[in-house]
């Protein structure tokens, strides 16, 4: 979820950006016993012309019944989420490498197309990975309209299937509207969409509130809360993240 907001001011050509916030979610994913996630990432954003490069480094700690792998738009379960004791695991989660390029950009209408990899650094065992690498692309949407901006995404995943595990390759899409409330302040939602792993499981289906603000040229936070409406989707979440422009 960390990741997923849409930028709501123009970078510096050249310039970089590193950023780390908190987010929480719990949700019971079909159990009858929840799960809870500690995410904290650290993001670091490169911007040169047309080409943007990130690279998140996350940690993450889970409590719960297990069978819930990983976090955010990356979270996966594996076999039943079942049991009454609930564990808790903690440590490096699945790095994440990315780029998108600038296709389009004319009359408030901005195209990118990107990738980006998951990689499997977070422990299979423990349950903060999955143990394989996924594959993404997708295109990003922006429109200006006034103190408007639309946006939208559509992408695809191919899945890394962990021992005894057939996941679907899914597609996924997000829309949203974000609206500046003063030369500093954004406030905005996005729907967020992704098809299900397997035949037994639920599709993604999720809120997202959110509001930003720049202190000045180079710091700037996002607040941000998360309601979910299928078991693939965290009941509620909230987070955090400050970014600090170099």
């Known amino acids: 979820m960390l990741a997923a907001l849409p930028v709501t001011a123009v970078q510096a050509e050249g310039?970089?950006?590193?950023?780390?916030?908190?987010?929480?979610?719990?949700?019971?994913?079909?159990?009858?016993?929840?799960?809870?996630?500690?995410?904290?990432?650290?993001?670091?954003?490169?911007?040169?012309?047309?080409?943007?490069f990130k690279l998140t480094v996350p940690w993450v700690s889970i409590r719960g019944p297990g069978g819930v792998v990983g976090s955010g738009s990356d979270r996966v379960t594996i076999g039943s989420v079942s049991g009454n004791r609930r564990g808790t695991e903690s440590g490096l989660g699945d790095v994440v490498a990315g780029a998108s390029y600038t296709v389009f950009e004319s009359g408030g209408w901005v195209l990118d197309l990107g990738g980006k990899v998951k990689?499997?650094?977070?422990?299979?065992?423990?349950?903060?990975?999955?143990?394989?690498?996924?594959?993404?692309?997708?295109?990003?949407?922006?429109?200006?309209i006034g103190p408007a901006s639309l946006f939208g995404t559509l992408g695809y995943k191919r899945m890394g299937d962990p021992d005894g595990t057939d996941f679907r390759n899914p597609v996924f899409a997000s829309v949203g509207l974000a609206h500046r409330v003063g030369a500093t302040t954004t406030v905005g939602l996005s729907y967020d969409w992704r098809q299900r792993l397997r035949p037994t499981s639920d599709e993604i289906s999720e809120i997202t509130l959110f509001a930003s603000h720049r202190f000045s040229d180079q710091w700037k936070a996002q607040i941000y809360a998360v309601t979910g409406f299928s078991d693939a989707s965290p009941d509620w979440g909230s987070g955090i993240i400050v970014g600090r422009m170099f």
Do not use: H, M, N
Not at 24 to 49: A, C, L, N, R
Not at 128 to 139: E, N, P, S
């Open 15 to 52: 310039s970089f950006t590193l950023s780390s916030g908190l987010d929480f979610s719990s949700g019971k994913y079909g159990s009858t016993q929840k799960t809870d996630t500690v995410y904290v990432p650290v993001i670091g954003k490169y911007e040169t012309g047309d080409w943007t």
């Open 119 to 144: 990689l499997p650094t977070g422990s299979e065992s423990r349950g903060l990975g999955t143990g394989k690498a996924d594959f993404t692309v997708q295109a990003d949407v922006y429109r200006s």
